[in-house]
C-alpha cells in the first residue's frame, strides 16, 4: 500500500498543500477555520453550499453541506 505522502509527493503544490491539511485534520471534530484557507493560503472548501473543486486541482476536496440543503 503507498503511503500518503509518497502519494503527495507527485502532485502540484497547491493540491498537496490542500490534501495535507484535510490529512493533518483527519479524526477531529470541530468547525473548519474561519478564513477557510490552509495556512499557505490555498482555500480548502467553497464559500457557498455545494462540492469544491478549486480551478488549480484536478478533484474536488471538499462538500459542504447543511440541514436543509440540496446536499
Given amino acids: 500500500?503507498?503511503?500518503?505522502?509518497?502519494?503527495?509527493?507527485?502532485?502540484?503544490?497547491?493540491?498537496?498543500?490542500?490534501?495535507?491539511?484535510?490529512?493533518?485534520?483527519?479524526?477531529?471534530?470541530?468547525?473548519l477555520p474561519e478564513s477557510k484557507r490552509t495556512d499557505?493560503?490555498?482555500l480548502i472548501v467553497s464559500p457557498a453550499m455545494g462540492i469544491f473543486k478549486s480551478k488549480n486541482n484536478e478533484f474536488a476536496t471538499s462538500i459542504k453541506q447543511t440541514l436543509k440543503g440540496p446536499y
Fill in 1 to 31: 500500500m503507498q503511503n500518503i505522502y509518497d502519494y503527495l509527493e507527485n502532485l502540484e503544490k497547491e493540491q498537496k498543500n490542500v490534501l495535507e491539511w484535510f490529512y493533518q485534520k483527519h479524526g477531529t471534530l470541530g468547525s
Fill in 40 to 42: 499557505n493560503g490555498n
